[in-house]
Antibody, heavy 127, light 107 residues
Framework: EVQLVESGGGLAQPGGSLRLSCAAS????????MTWVRQAPGKGLEWVSS????????YYAESVKGRFTISRDNSKNTLYLQMNSLRAEDTAVYYC????????????????????WGQGTLVTVSS | EIVMTQSPDTLSVSPGERATLSCRAS??????LAWYQQKTGQAPRLLIY???TRATGIPARFSGSGSGTEFTLTISSLQSEDFAVYYC?????????FGGGTKVEIK
């Protein structure tokens, strides 16, 4: 059974930092791209950042580029999101998600839909 | 950035009735379109990917159709557990974008 458990959320001051973690189990972690998606209170879903299975490639929304860093430790089956220079508009529930993939010519490739989701961790940025 | 527009914002449906939700992309996303269901206080759940493929464990009453810029999610006979917010998402182009959601409520 796929399990994704986020941690690290909480209250941060504007300009401050937080590091989110997502512990993964129930699948071969290195074989899948992973993603962070956030949801501001009462709002819709916003893609934040993705990373390939090897960690070689990363992608960011413009709203967080230069402030957030996605990374993974495949030896620990853990995904991270380092959030710096936090702003009030970063207040949201942050979900980690396991990407889909497809098989072609003997290899698997990532697809950027989100097959499994964690329960989320709340980040509040306020003074 | 591809803008995803969902309609209607809210759909009032009686249990057992059919629900049809729409999603429009500002430019073609081919068939790289997913649908998610989110109940209050819960994480989203993947329903459909590649526009029409049901995810593991999703009941057959959920179906997706469309390609290019116009997509539809149909729930053939609404059950009590289907009242929720539904989001579409394109993954054809970075940045990957979601629609604003359609809330399906009990009529």
């Amino acid at each position: 059974e796929v399990q994704l458990v986020e941690s690290g959320g909480g209250l941060a001051q504007p300009g401050g930092s937080l590091r989110l973690s997502c512990a993964a189990s129930g699948f071969t972690f290195t074989s899948y791209a992973m993603t962070w998606v956030r949801q501001a209170p009462g709002k819709g879903l916003e893609w934040v950042s993705s990373i390939t299975g090897s960690g070689d490639s990363t992608y960011y929304a413009e709203s967080v580029k230069g402030r957030f860093t996605i990374s993974r430790d495949n030896s620990k089956n853990t995904l991270y999101l380092q959030m710096n220079s936090l702003r009030a508009e970063d207040t949201a529930v942050y979900y980690c998600a396991k990407n889909g993939n497809y098989y072609d010519s003997g290899a698997y490739y990532p697809r950027y839909y989100f097959h499994y989701w964690g329960q989320g961790t709340l980040v509040t940025v306020s003074s | 950035e591809i803008v995803m527009t969902q309609s209607p914002d809210t759909l009032s449906v009686s249990p057992g009735e059919r629900a049809t939700l729409s999603c429009r992309a500002s430019q073609s996303v081919s068939s790289n379109l997913a649908w998610y269901q989110q109940k209050t206080g819960q994480a989203p759940r993947l329903l459909i990917y590649t526009a029409s493929t049901r995810a593991t464990g999703i009941p057959a009453r959920f179906s997706g159709s469309g390609s290019g810029t116009e997509f539809t999610l149909t729930i053939s006979s609404l059950q009590s557990e289907d009242f929720a917010v539904y989001y579409c998402q394109q993954y054809n182009n970075w940045p990957f974008t979601f629609g604003g959601g359609t809330k399906v409520e009990i009529k």
